[in-house]
């Protein structure tokens, strides 16, 4: 499924609060976002009609599983495109979390994975050695695991 950056960051933002705030509301969403309550009510339509969220007007919106597990891999690919901007080459935070979202946005799975096991690797987090594939829910658990426990 191919979605529009736009639509990545409102899977993004709806799973954030849905983490935070243990709830998703249209107000929410615009105020995180910046944008019209108008502007949120068509993406998240759109997003319905791909099966991502459940939503009736002026109820609560609910990721689906589905829409979960992409707002996770969105969320994943912006942390190991960050994590090898800061601390591989030094890019400070702030224009390091703007530019990994335009980045992850153009990268292949392919290409995203050999840069997580190439970031992990050179930070020594964990060796990636299970054949890490962002498209794995257990690899993205197991890397997880690992992390914690340094």
């Known amino acids: 499924m191919d979605l529009s950056n736009s639509q990545e ?21 615009a105020n995180k976002l910046n944008k019209t309550k108008a502007s949120v009510n068509n993406a998240i339509n759109s997003l319905k009609q791909e099966g991502l969220v459940d939503y009736e007007p002026y109820g609560q919106i609910e990721l689906t599983p589905s829409g979960e597990k992409i707002a996770q891999k969105i969320i994943e690919a912006n942390d190991i495109v960050k994590l090898f901007l800061t601390e591989i080459i030094g890019v400070t935070d702030e224009p390091a979390e703007n530019e990994a979202k335009l980045i992850k946005t153009v990268l292949s799975d392919e290409t995203l994975n050999k840069l997580a096991r190439y970031t992990h690797k050179e930070l020594g987090l964990s060796s990636l050695e299970c054949g890490y594939d962002i498209n794995n829910e257990r690899c993205i658990k197991c890397v997880r695991r690992k992390d914690n426990k340094k």
Not at 14 to 28: A, R, S
Request: glycine share 0%.
């Open 9 to 29: 960051e409102y899977l993004r933002a709806m799973y954030i609060l849905k983490n935070t705030k243990n709830e998703i509301k249209v107000t929410d969403i």
